[in-house]
């Protein structure tokens, strides 16, 4: 079992700045891909950046060119830099990992975090 615990989630004004983080921890022989998604109200939960454990990475389009994502192999965590903040970017931010467990070398599963609110204010 895997699990991830996010934080840096808070309020900010528009054009401001916010690093998320994310932790994952439990009997882990690899993680594949770490990412970070978001849910607005009301909407679906969308990608806003994932990065792989060689360092490849992909984004959504609403924050391309305002992140930064980045990743510690060695420490299992993932952190998000988030720039030029608009109010749009409101919503609940979930970690995700695509990890393999100890003992499960041939599985690879989906975990998620339990979510940081960011909060952008006009």
């Known amino acids: 079992q895997v699990q991830l615990v996010e934080s840096g989630g808070g309020l900010v004004q528009a054009g401001g700045s916010l690093r998320l983080s994310c932790a994952a921890s439990?009997?882990?022989?690899?993680?594949?891909?770490m990412g970070w998604y978001r849910q607005a109200p009301g909407k679906q939960r969308e990608l806003v950046a994932a990065i792989t454990s060689d360092g490849s990475t992909k984004s959504g389009d609403a924050v391309k060119g305002r992140l930064t994502i980045s990743r510690d192999n060695a420490k299992n965590t993932v952190s998000l830099q988030m720039n030029s903040l608009k109010t749009g970017d409101t919503g609940g931010y979930y970690c995700?990992?695509?990890?393999?467990?100890?003992?499960?070398?041939?599985?690879?599963?989906?975990?998620w975090g339990q979510g940081t609110l960011v909060t952008v204010s006009s």
């Open positions: 995700n990992a695509e990890s393999v467990a100890v003992g499960f070398e041939y599985t690879s599963i989906q975990q």
């Open positions: 439990g009997s882990i022989l690899r993680i594949n891909t």
